[in-house]
């Protein structure tokens, strides 16, 4: 059956994920240690357990997060159009979530459950080397299911953007294809942030048939997309992800990222913040970047630098949202001008 010619789109991108509260604190590694976290990591817990590890932690900066949520925030702070799909609780928590996300621009309407589980937190301990360690409680946003999936609002964003994290819950499973189905009926695109290695690890084949059959757009650190195809090799693994999405983008800390076209490579530099303080979010924020220089035509290399800009942003603070408009990072000496796909489609020379 032909792909349908799309409607011109109300929204960039619109993100499925998990809607969640973020409680960051600062620890040190012995006191890490003592409380037997795997360092680095994103490990579910219950909510007898959440409330242990809230009593345990230091002070903290308490704002609405969740990582496709993040990355609406992100992206709607360098001016583009975003919308979320999440769900929260009727509770206090998650009328902090509904007001948070809003206010940083992104249109929100999913209704709140009554009864069942409270809203979900996630608890974040960073450590003097700014790495984090979360502890999640799901809570409410795991109850997302195919009947919270506003089809209007699939058909209207250019981009649908899903969390990987969310994928450990089949009616959330279900909600993904359901999504990417409606997505590419409207002649849409549907990306995927693997999210977590252990993760990807839970879940490697379901993840593999979606990436292969569903997905245009991945995102994914080297450790992800090592796990997803079950090398140690960066080269290959980017070749494999290649071949499965049209575009790929694929982090590695410092050392940059990598955009990967087929068999087309581009290398992106990081840019360097200055003092590193806080982690969190920073692929959120990569992913921000790059989805907008996506949604505005530009190439690979804009696409990626604007990634490193907003991910250079993020690191330089506590939290995982901006604390400065994203916009005004952007050189407007490179980003105001047509990308050269703009001026081929233009007719103008490239050079």
Do not use: W
């Not at 979530?97 to 809003?102: K, L, P, Q």
């Not at 195919?146 to 964003?157: H, K, S, V």
């Not at 290398?267 to 992913?287: F, N």
């Not at 505005?296 to 408009?325: F, K, N, Q, T, V």
């Amino acid at each position: 059956m032909p792909v349908p010619s799309p409607a011109a789109a109300e929204f960039d991108v619109v993100g499925l994920g998990n809607a969640i509260v973020d409680v960051v604190s600062r620890i040190d590694e012995a006191a890490l240690a003592a409380l037997a976290l795997r360092k680095g990591a994103m490990t579910l817990i219950d909510s007898d357990r959440a409330e242990a590890l809230y009593a345990a932690m230091g002070p903290a900066i308490e704002v609405s997060g969740g990582s496709a949520a993040n990355t609406l925030a992100g992206l709607a702070s360098l001016g583009g159009r975003g919308a979320y799909i999440g769900k929260v609780a009727d509770d206090l928590l998650g009328g902090v979530f509904g007001h948070d996300i809003r206010a940083a621009g992104v249109t929100y309407r999913t209704p709140p459950a009554a009864g069942g589980s409270a809203t979900a937190r996630c608890l974040i301990f960073v450590t003097p080397d700014a790495e984090r360690t979360m502890q999640t409680f799901l809570g409410a946003s795991a109850e997302l299911g195919p009947q919270d999936i506003d089809t209007a609002l699939i058909e209207a964003a250019a981009i649908t953007y899903l969390e990987g994290y969310l994928f450990d819950r089949g009616p959330a499973r279900d909600a993904f294809f359901k999504a990417a189905e409606l997505a590419h009926a409207a002649g849409r695109r549907v990306a995927l942030s693997l999210s977590d290695e252990l993760c990807v690890l839970r879940h490697r084949a379901a993840f593999r048939d979606l990436v292969a059959g569903h997905v245009d757009i991945l995102f994914a650190n080297a450790a992800e997309i090592a796990a997803l195809y079950k090398v140690e090799d960066f080269a290959e693994a980017a070749a494999r992800a290649g071949r499965d999405c049209a575009f790929a983008a694929l982090t590695r800390g410092a050392a940059g990222s990598v955009i990967v076209e087929g068999a087309r490579l581009t290398e992106i530099d990081s840019v360097a913040p200055g003092p590193v303080v806080d982690t969190t979010g920073a692929g959120d924020l990569y992913a921000a970047g790059v989805l907008f220089g996506l949604t505005r035509g530009r190439d690979a290399a804009d696409c990626g630098r604007i990634g490193a800009l907003a991910a250079a942003e993020i690191i330089g603070h506590h939290g995982a949202r901006p604390e400065m408009r994203l916009a005004d990072l952007l050189d407007e000496t490179v980003f105001a001008a047509p990308s050269p796909a703009q001026r081929r489609r233009a007719g103008r020379p490239t050079a």
